[in-house]
């Protein structure tokens, strides 16, 4: 059994940088795939960028050229850090890791950029 933990939401003015972070724990030796999910109000879930065990990469286009994922995977942790930050950003960001059998899941934690 996989336990996420998430921190670095907030409230931020439209321009400025937040950074997200997620710790796996319990099982998490087989994780493959680690990321971030995002949900707005009213909309559907939605992928921001996930990084695999052996590095490789994929974003969502709207945040293309402001985020760069990264993770340690000897701590089993992944960074988000998020730059110019637009109204839009504003959702509930939930990490998320992928194992062989299972899918995983956060709490999530606010982000709130006001304009």
């Known amino acids: 059994q996989v336990q996420l933990v998430e921190s670095g939401g907030g409230l931020v003015q439209a321009g400025e940088s937040l950074r997200l972070s997620c710790a796996a724990s319990?099982?998490?030796?087989?994780?493959?795939?680690m990321g971030w999910y995002r949900q707005a109000p009213g909309k559907e879930r939605e992928l921001v960028a996930h990084?695999?065990?052996?590095?490789?990469?994929n974003y969502a286009d709207s945040v293309k050229g402001r985020c760069t994922i990264s993770r340690y995977n000897a701590k089993n942790t992944v960074y988000l850090p998020m730059n110019s930050l637009k109204f839009e950003a504003t959702a509930v960001y939930y990490c998320?890791?992928?194992?062989?059998?299972?899918?995983?899941w956060g709490q999530g934690t606010q982000v709130t950029v006001s304009s």
């Open positions: 998320h890791a992928h194992t062989p059998r299972f899918d995983y």
């Open positions: 990084i695999t065990s052996g590095g490789s990469t």
């Open positions: 319990g099982g998490s030796f087989s994780i493959n795939t």
